[in-house]
Structures are given as C-alpha cells and as structure tokens.
T-cell receptor, first 108, second 117 residues
Framework: EIVMTQSPATLSVSPGERATLSCRAS??????LAWYQQKPGQAPRLLIYDASTRATGIPATFSGSGSGTEFTLTISSLQSEDFAVYYC??????????FGQGTKLEIK | QVQLQESGPGLVKPSETLSLTCTVS??????????WSWIRQPPGKGLEWIAN???????NYKPSLKSRVTISLDTSKNQFSLKLRSLTAADTAVYYCVSGAYYFDDWGQGRLITVSS
C-alpha cells in the first residue's frame, strides 16, 4: 500500500497571500494524483486530478504540479472560502487508493 | 449531474453488521464505465477508501478490510450497498458513497455511523 504524506499538518496564511501545500508518495505514482478540499461538516470536493487538471468548476486560483513522488497544490491569493482541510490521493496503485492525512489551511 | 444519498442506521452494536445503501440519481448504476465506491472518515481523522464496484458487478476491496466487507449493486432500485461485518469501535466513522474509481467526482453528504453498545 502506498503511503501519502502531506506537509505541513497546519499552514497559517493571510488572506490574499499564496499557499503552497505538499504531498509526497512512498513510491512513484506517476501523475495519478488528486487533491480534495473539505470544509467542516461537508463531504470532500474534488479540486485537481491527474496531478494538474482542474475539476469542473474549480477556479484557476487552484493549481497542481508534480509527478513521481513529489506534488504541490498552490492556491494563489487566498479567499476566505479557501480555508479548509486539503487531502491528496493517489490512484496509481489500487486497490487500495490511498489518501494523505490532510493539511489544515487556516487564517493567519 | 450525479447525486448520491446514503441511508442506514446511525448506531450499531459491536460485533454486528452494518448495512448501508446509496441511492443514485442522474445516472444509472449500470451505466457503462461507472465505478461506485465507499469511503469512510473517522471523526477528526482522514479519508479511507473501502471498496468499489464496477457497472459489470466486478468488485475491489481494501485488503485489510476484505474479509469483513461486501459491496453490491441493485440495478432495479438504482442503488449500491455496503455490508461491514464484525464491527468494533474503530469502525465508527462518516461513511460516504462516491462515484469514481480512480479519483472521486461526486460524493454523498455522508452518514455518521457510531459503533457502541
């Protein structure tokens, strides 16, 4: 089973600034990586798939990059609604598909 | 747009079996190339993929749960279901039904299942 490790666990950023979240895989997952956003009491929402493709309706302020074992989610110019928990997920080697433990993006 | 809604008991006793159903609207569960999945999230923790089923009925399970889990399709009701046996407190979680095999596009709202006597 591939282990996904996200860093940092908590990221404090001011509104209007840029946030950079990292995700590392225990072995190569090629570009088979997705990112999700989860707000309290809600189901996760797909943001990015195939490492860099935005899902339907996701604004261009969200961008993904990376391949192999190192991935980044960048959120430019943070808005109040962007503060949430973010998860990465690999689907290169499944079953099982595996998720990172999450990064909580909080207001500084 | 695919919509999913979980249903089932909110409280289950240890050692018993959990039965959850997901009602799908907007697409047939037997539509070609669709996978249907269950994912769970313990309170305050991360996401865990449990199982999926293909429109053909082919199934995949998380190896560590495989001995306790069954996923199935009911095309007549446009639903898919999860059974999880021999429950313990560690199975307490929000259970989501989801569309997708690789990445997960559409999610149900989630159903909190508490395992307690």
């Amino acid at each position: 089973e591939i282990v996904m490790t996200q860093s940092p666990a908590t990221l404090s950023v001011s509104p209007g600034e840029r946030a950079t979240l990292s995700c590392r895989a225990s072995q190569s997952v090629s570009s088979n990586l997705a990112w999700y956003q989860q707000k309290p009491g809600q189901a996760p929402r797909l943001l990015i798939y195939d490492a860099s493709t935005r899902a339907t309706g996701i604004p261009a302020t969200f961008s993904g990059s990376g391949s192999g074992t190192e991935f980044t989610l960048t959120i430019s110019s943070l808005q109040s609604e962007d503060f949430a928990v973010y998860y990465c997920q690999q689907y290169n080697n499944w079953p099982p598909s595996t998720f990172g433990q999450g990064t909580k993006l909080e207001i500084k | 747009q695919v919509q999913l809604q979980e249903s089932g008991p909110g409280l289950v006793k240890p050692s018993e079996t959990l039965s959850l159903t997901c009602t799908v609207s907007g697409v047939s569960v037997s539509s070609e190339n669709y996978y249907w999945s269950w994912i769970r999230q313990p309170p305050g923790k991360g996401l865990e993929w449990i199982a999926n089923i293909y429109f053909t009925g082919r199934t995949n399970y998380k190896p560590s749960l495989k001995s306790r889990v069954t996923i199935s399709l009911d095309t007549s009701k446009n639903q898919f279901s999860l059974k999880l046996r021999s429950l313990t407190a560690a199975d307490t979680a929000v259970y989501y039904c989801v569309s997708g095999a690789y990445y997960f596009d559409d999610w149900g709202q989630g159903r909190l299942i508490t395992v307690s006597s």
